[in-house]
C-alpha cells in the first residue's frame, strides 16, 4: 500500500550568493551569461517574457528559489512565500502542464509585496491585466484562464526540472526579453570572471559595427580558402 505524502516538504538549509555576486548580474544581458556558461544553462525558448514584454519590464536578475507544485496545482508555490526574503526569482516547475494556470495576479502580487524579483514558470499564467497592473516580471509558456488545485504535494527549495535544465535554490537567475539563463551556484564566481572578458568584447565589436564594420576580419580569409567550395 503507498501511503499519502505530505502536502508539502521545504528545504531547511537554502544556499545564497552574497550581495555583492547577485549585484554582478544585474543589468547584464542573457546572451552575455549563456557565453559565459559555454552556450549553457538557457532555459527551453517555451519560456518567455509575458506578453513579450510589451507591458511590463521584463528584465531581473536574482538567487532562485524553488518550487515543485506538480501539474495543475499551485500549492507549492503559495509556499514559497514564506521563504522569501527578498530580490529572488521565485521558479516554479509544474511538470510544464500547459491545460491551466501555473499562477495569477494575486499570488504574483502577493511574490511581489514579499520582496520578489520576478516570477519563472513552465506553465501559463492568467491574469494578464492584473499580472501588468502588478508589474512584476514574469516568464511563462503563456495564457489562460483555466485555475489549478491547491491540494499539493509539492516541495519548497530543492532541485527542479524546469525548460531543460535543473535548476536548484541559490543558482543565479538572469532574465530579460531573451529568455532565461541559469548560473549553477558552484559556478557563480567563475561567470562573474568571465563576464568581464565577454563586456568588452562585445563593446569592441558593438562599436565596430557602429562604424560601419561589413563583416569580421576572419570571412575573407574563409570564403578564399579550401574550405569553401564554389559550384555554377
Known amino acids: 500500500m503507498i501511503e499519502n505524502p505530505p502536502r508539502l516538504i521545504i528545504k531547511r538549509n537554502i544556499s545564497r550568493p552574497t550581495k555583492a555576486q547577485v549585484a554582478a548580474f544585474q543589468n547584464v544581458p542573457t546572451s552575455f551569461v549563456a557565453d559565459a556558461l559555454d552556450g549553457k544553462g538557457a532555459l527551453s525558448e517555451n519560456i518567455q517574457p509575458l506578453g513579450a514584454g ?3 519590464k521584463c528584465v531581473a536578475a536574482g538567487p532562485a528559489i524553488t518550487a515543485y507544485s506538480g501539474p495543475a496545482d499551485v500549492l507549492a508555490s503559495f509556499a514559497v512565500l514564506d521563504l522569501i526574503e527578498g530580490g529572488e526569482m521565485v521558479v516554479v516547475s509544474s511538470d510544464a502542464h500547459q491545460s491551466c494556470a501555473a499562477a495569477g495576479d494575486r499570488l504574483i502580487g502577493m511574490y511581489k509585496n514579499c520582496g520578489s ?9 492568467r491574469d494578464y491585466s492584473g499580472i501588468v ?3 512584476l516580471p514574469v516568464w511563462c509558456t503563456g495564457l489562460t484562464p483555466a485555475s489549478p488545485y491547491m491540494s499539493g504535494p509539492g516541495t519548497v527549495g530543492f532541485p527542479i526540472q524546469i525548460g531543460g535544465q535543473q535548476v536548484e535554490t541559490g543558482d543565479m537567475i538572469v532574465a530579460d526579453l531573451d529568455g532565461v539563463v541559469v548560473v549553477p551556484f558552484a559556478k557563480i564566481d567563475d561567470v562573474i570572471q568571465k563576464l568581464e572578458r565577454i563586456k568588452s568584447l562585445e563593446a569592441e565589436l558593438d ?3 557602429a562604424q560601419g564594420l561589413k563583416m569580421p576580419k576572419w570571412l575573407p580569409d574563409l570564403m578564399k580558402g579550401s574550405d569553401v567550395r564554389y559550384e555554377d
Do not use: K, L
Open 54 to 56: 510589451r507591458d511590463i
Open 207 to 209: 562599436a565596430q559595427v
Open 117 to 125: 524579483a520576478g516570477f519563472i514558470t513552465d506553465g501559463p499564467v
Open 133 to 135: 497592473e502588478v508589474g
